[in-house]
C-alpha cells in the first residue's frame, strides 16, 4: 500500500448508476465522511462532489468529471477515499474505524487479541476481534463492555465480565 493511500479513510465504494447524469449510488457507506467531504479521491485523482443525495443508508453521489451513466458503471466496485486531513473532528469517545483496527484488545490485563474491523449492527457498532486462539469474537461498542482506549498506545481494554467471558 502507498503512503499517499495510508493517509485516506474510505468513505464507501462506488455503486451502480442512478440515472443518466453520472450520478451513482454508494455501497458501504459512512455518511459522516461523505457529507463532510467536498472532495473524494477515486481511482488516484481527487475529484469534487457536485452532489449528494440520497439518504444516509443509501447515498447517491455525482462526481466531477463523472458525467454519464457510462461513466458511472465504469467506476463500479472502486473505493472513496478521503483524506485524513478532511475528517471532521469528533466528540470525546469517540473514534474513526481505522483509529481502532490493529489495536490490540486485553481484558483483565490479559491479551484477547487484535481488532481486524468494525462492523455496524442494529443497535451499535462492535470491534470485530481476532483472537490469540485463531477464533473470532465481537465486542459491542459500548461504555460496559469497552473500559478504556488508547488510541495511541493501540491498546483497548474490556470487561470481560460484562462480556460473559470468565
Not at 451502480?16 to 472532495?39: C, M, N, Y
Not at 483496527?101 to 470491534?127: H, K, N, T, W
Not at 476481534?129 to 473500559?147: C, S
Request: proline share 4%; hydrophobic share 40%; with cysteine.
Amino acid at each position: 500500500m502507498s503512503k499517499a493511500h495510508e493517509e485516506m479513510v474510505e468513505a464507501g465504494r462506488v455503486g451502480r448508476a442512478h440515472g443518466l447524469d453520472g450520478s451513482f449510488h454508494v455501497t458501504r457507506p459512512d455518511a459522516r465522511l461523505l457529507r463532510a467531504s467536498q472532495t473524494l479521491t477515486l481511482a488516484g485523482r481527487a475529484l469534487k462532489v457536485e452532489r449528494y443525495a440520497g439518504t444516509d443508508e443509501r447515498p447517491i453521489v455525482r462526481l466531477e468529471g463523472v458525467s454519464s451513466r457510462e461513466d458511472a458503471q465504469a467506476l463500479r466496485g472502486q473505493a472513496l477515499l478521503v483524506a485524513l486531513e478532511q475528517l471532521p473532528t469528533l466528540g470525546d469517545g469517540e473514534f474513526w474505524a481505522h483509529e481502532l483496527v490493529g489495536c490490540a484488545v486485553y481484558g483483565d490485563g490479559r491479551p484477547l487479541g487484535g481488532v481486524s474491523g468494525l462492523l455496524v449492527l442494529p443497535s451499535c457498532e462492535a470491534l470485530q476481534i481476532e483472537t490469540n486462539e485463531g477464533g473470532q469474537m465481537l465486542i459491542p461498542m459500548v461504555k460496559d463492555a469497552i473500559l478504556e482506549v488508547d488510541v495511541r498506545g493501540q491498546r483497548i481494554d474490556v470487561d470481560l465480565g460484562f462480556l460473559g467471558e470468565p
